[in-house]
């Protein structure tokens, strides 16, 4: 994984992903000057018993929100 997140789009693919790391995404926020004001994350994991064997990837996504929203402003400047 590079410094920047991880990426599997191929050539002549027409989707993939690319994961960005959260202080990456947090950090350049910060760096344009927006002030951060709130994170919402997605609550779906904590509505289910956790499945997958432990230590598994599907037995992680019952702990970690897999989603979630930044709510940022960007104050005027003068």
Same mark, same amino acid.
């Given at each position: 994984?590079?410094?920047?997140?991880?990426?599997?789009? !191929?050539?002549?693919?027409?989707?993939?992903?690319?994961?960005?790391?959260? !202080?990456? #995404?947090?950090? !350049?926020?910060?760096?344009?000057?927006? #002030? #951060?004001?709130?994170?919402?994350?997605?609550?779906?994991?904590? !509505?289910?018993?956790?499945?997958?064997?432990?230590?598994? +990837?599907?037995?992680?996504?019952?702990?970690?929100?897999? +989603?979630? =929203? #930044?709510?940022?402003? =960007?104050?005027?400047?003068?």
């Amino acid at each position: 994984m590079s410094p920047e997140g991880c990426e599997n789009m !191929r050539i002549g693919e027409p989707t993939g992903e690319h994961r960005h790391l959260l !202080r990456t #995404i947090f950090g !350049r926020l910060l760096d344009v000057g927006f #002030i #951060i004001r709130e994170v919402v994350e997605d609550p779906r994991h904590l !509505r289910e018993e956790p499945v997958g064997a432990p230590g598994s +990837y599907e037995h992680s996504l019952s702990f970690v929100a897999e +989603y979630f =929203k #930044i709510v940022c402003s =960007k104050p005027e400047q003068a």
